[in-house]
């Protein structure tokens, strides 16, 4: 890590730059974005490049390339200071909105593409005769299934930040895990209910069919990935 350079005030919060550092690597960007990234969070007035180089020693070259990719990522946003016509860099305030972009950009794509990838193998094994309790295709429906629970995941975090709901992130926050396990909850009894129906009944069969219907509908209304 870098020499770090600032008041004593400063210093005690600048200590905890590797935990911003540890956790940006941890998610696939690079430590030096983590050490700026850490410091315009830290810092309650925005700086300059020049005073980023200058605290975390580092050079203009490698500050330049962090500062464009976090924000490429929606991490920080640049402003002009109204008496120096300085450029000046911070941290943004919605962190959410810094997930739901990293997720539009990078990892919602790439789940769209494996899942459709697998729902491609998963035709192919069954026209090459592999029957419903196949290894193969019990592997690959559940790996699609994994990434549709991904993608509503990170639909529902882009659909909140598009929607501007800041104001209600504290009641989101309460009101979401209960939300999930209460989903929890219905499905598991759903389970047990039907695995006391014998599987030839017109019970099972209804429950069975209900079942694919929802797949489906969420297979045909899963949103466009968003550019």
Same mark, same amino acid.
């Given at each position: 890590? !870098?020499?770090?350079?600032?008041?004593?005030?400063?210093q005690?919060?600048l200590?905890?730059l !590797?935990?911003?550092?540890?956790?940006?690597v941890q998610i696939?960007l +690079?430590?030096?974005? =983590?050490?700026?990234y850490?410091?315009?969070?830290?810092?309650?007035? !925005?700086? @300059?490049?020049?005073?980023?180089?200058e605290?975390?020693?580092l @050079?203009?070259s490698? *500050?330049?390339?962090?500062?464009?990719s976090l924000?490429h990522?929606? /991490?920080i946003?640049?402003i002009? @200071?109204?008496?120096?016509?300085q450029?000046l860099?911070?941290a943004k305030? #919605?962190?959410?909105?810094?997930?739901?972009t990293?997720?539009?950009?990078?990892e919602?794509?790439e789940v769209?593409e494996?899942r $459709?990838? /697998?729902e491609?193998l998963?035709?192919?094994?069954?026209? +090459? =005769? #592999?029957?419903?309790?196949?290894p193969?295709?019990?592997?690959?429906? @559940?790996?699609?299934?994994?990434?549709?629970?991904?993608?509503?995941?990170?639909?529902? *975090?882009?659909?909140?930040? #598009?929607?501007?709901?800041k104001?209600?992130?504290?009641d989101?926050?309460?009101?979401? !895990? /209960? /939300?999930?396990?209460?989903?929890t909850? =219905?499905?598991a009894?759903a389970k $047990?209910m039907?695995t006391?129906?014998?599987k030839?009944?017109?019970?099972?069969?209804?429950?069975?069919?209900?079942?694919r *219907?929802?797949?489906?509908?969420l297979?045909?209304?899963?949103?466009?990935v968003?550019?």
């Amino acid at each position: 890590m !870098p020499a770090l350079k600032g008041s004593t005030t400063n210093q005690e919060f600048l200590e905890h730059l !590797p935990e911003f550092e540890n956790f940006l690597v941890q998610i696939g960007l +690079k430590r030096i974005e =983590g050490s700026v990234y850490g410091l315009l969070v830290l810092r309650n007035t !925005p700086l @300059s490049s020049e005073e980023i180089e200058e605290v975390l020693g580092l @050079s203009q070259s490698a *500050v330049s390339n962090a500062l464009r990719s976090l924000t490429h990522f929606g /991490a920080i946003e640049t402003i002009t @200071s109204r008496d120096t016509r300085q450029r000046l860099h911070q941290a943004k305030e #919605d962190s959410l909105s810094i997930a739901a972009t990293v997720f539009r950009k990078r990892e919602q794509k790439e789940v769209v593409e494996f899942r $459709k990838m /697998a729902e491609r193998l998963l035709i192919l094994a069954q026209e +090459k =005769g #592999d029957d419903e309790f196949q290894p193969r295709i019990l592997r690959l429906r @559940s790996i699609i299934l994994t990434c549709q629970i991904a993608e509503a995941v990170m639909n529902f *975090v882009i659909e909140v930040v #598009d929607l501007d709901l800041k104001d209600f992130y504290p009641d989101l926050v309460q009101k979401f !895990p /209960a /939300a999930l396990n209460l989903l929890t909850q =219905g499905l598991a009894q759903a389970k $047990k209910m039907a695995t006391r129906i014998p599987k030839n009944s017109i019970a099972h069969k209804l429950i069975d069919g209900i079942g694919r *219907v929802a797949q489906s509908t969420l297979r045909n209304t899963q949103p466009e990935v968003r550019k």
